[in-house]
């Protein structure tokens, strides 16, 4: 999606020929809250994310992808920085995974988890498998 997320609901608003009182209603959030999300100038939170996720039938997991590039896009226009900081962003989420990783097999036994560990996991794959764990 190129466009914010809060113009993608005014987008999918409009689609359904719903009002902002409408689709506010259905978010339960007042119209006024809505209708700065639409222009931009209060962001989504995931509860209401849920909801809209709900109301359009539209996939959770593409949505707080979305939702979450926005917010790192915003913070990276309103700072001024450089597009560089995201390799910068890249090599810290391998660091912080790898970190994860390292405490959970130091710190964790396969007895105590019911599985076993397989230490070639790659850094996602074990992220995800932990992940998945902790549901």
């Known amino acids: ?7 993608y ?12 009182t409408q689709l506010a209603a259905k978010l339960d959030i007042d119209s006024a809250n809505l209708s700065k999300i639409e222009n931009g100038k209060r962001e989504l939170d995931e509860k209401k994310l849920s ?8 996939d959770k997991s593409e949505m707080e992808r979305e939702l979450v590039s926005e917010k790192i896009a915003r913070a990276i226009c309103d700072k001024e920085l450089d597009q560089s900081i995201l ?17 959970f097999l130091r710190n964790f036994s396969e007895s105590s988890l019911g599985f ?5 996991f790659g850094i996602d794959r074990f992220t995800s ?7």
């Open 9 to 20: 609901i005014r987008t999918l608003r409009n689609d359904k020929g719903w009002t902002l």
């Open 51 to 58: 909801k809209l996720c709900k109301v359009f039938k539209l």
């Open 1 to 7: 999606m190129r466009e914010t997320i809060g113009q």
């Open 116 to 120: 076993a560990i397989d230490p070639s």
């Open 87 to 103: 390799t910068l962003a890249e090599e810290k989420i391998k660091y912080i995974k790898n970190a994860y990783r390292e405490y």
């Open 129 to 135: 498998s932990v992940a998945r764990w902790m549901r």
